[in-house]
């Protein structure tokens, strides 16, 4: 089955770090630009950073700049995002998404083809 599986979410406290990861299943990573997302309860998804198919070419929101990495291992078809130096405006569920292979990068949701079930990320004393 085609699927993206996020995982390494929870509770932390404000200035911790989580790292995330999305396990792609049933297509191979590799080709594909893809990105990790984020939605708070009453706003709209929104992108936090994204990836080029190649891995060569990195974006961030200004709100992350300095505190997120996002990476992507193909060989274990798997993307990452490392978050350092939490703040509670970070809580939300946080989805990784794919594009289609006609983008090279791109960091719209609405132009996204697949998405995972998301993982909830809380950041509070």
């Known amino acids: 089955q085609l699927q993206f599986v996020e995982s390494g979410g929870g509770l932390v406290q404000p200035g911790g770090s989580l790292r995330l990861s999305c396990a792609a299943s049933?297509?191979?990573?590799?080709?594909?630009?893809v990105g990790w997302f984020r939605q708070a309860p009453g706003k709209e998804r929104e992108a936090v950073s994204c990836?080029?198919?190649?891995?060569?070419?990195?974006s961030y929101a200004n709100s992350v700049k300095g505190r997120f990495t996002i990476s992507r291992d193909n060989a274990k078809n798997t993307v990452y995002l490392q978050m350092n130096s939490l703040k509670p405006e970070d809580t939300a569920i946080y989805y990784c998404?794919?594009?289609?292979?006609?983008?090279?990068?791109?960091?719209?949701?609405?132009?996204?083809?697949?998405w995972g079930q998301g993982t909830q990320v809380t950041v509070s004393s």
């Open positions: 049933g297509f191979t990573l590799d080709g594909y630009a």
């Open positions: 990836i080029s198919n190649s891995g060569n070419t990195t």
């Open positions: 998404g794919r594009a289609p292979r006609r983008f090279q990068i791109i960091c719209i949701p609405g132009w996204y083809d697949q």
